[in-house]
């Protein structure tokens, strides 16, 4: 089965760090555009990162300088990690790639 299972969001403090995690299966991470989406409550999906098969990367402006997406092919795995966090980073995030449907994805929250 072709998926992927987001994980690692939580609440962090404005200026806090968290490092997300997306565990892929059936298929491999190395081969694809693999790609960070995020949805805050009453807003659109918007997309946040994308780290190409080459592993080129690209970001959103506002995370730009903030995020890093990056990639473990041994472990199948696509992470962004997330410095200097604000509240306006609050959503739900997802991993994506062309080949498979929208996960679960995981919460990520910054408040005090």
């Known amino acids: 089965q072709v998926q992927v299972v987001e994980s690692g969001g939580g609440l962090a403090q404005p200026g806090g760090s968290l490092r997300l995690s997306c565990a892929a299966s059936g298929f491999s991470v190395s081969l694809y555009r693999m790609n960070w989406w995020r949805q805050a409550p009453g807003l659109e999906r918007e997309w946040v990162a994308a780290i190409s098969a080459g592993g080129d990367t690209d970001y959103l402006d506002r995370v730009n300088g903030r995020f890093i997406i990056s990639r473990d092919n041994a472990k199948n795995t696509v992470y962004l990690q997330m410095y200097s966090l604000k509240p306006e980073d609050t959503a739900v995030y997802y991993c994506?790639?062309?080949?498979?449907?929208w996960g679960q994805g995981t919460q990520v929250t910054v408040s005090s």
């Open positions: 994506k790639a062309n080949l498979i449907e």
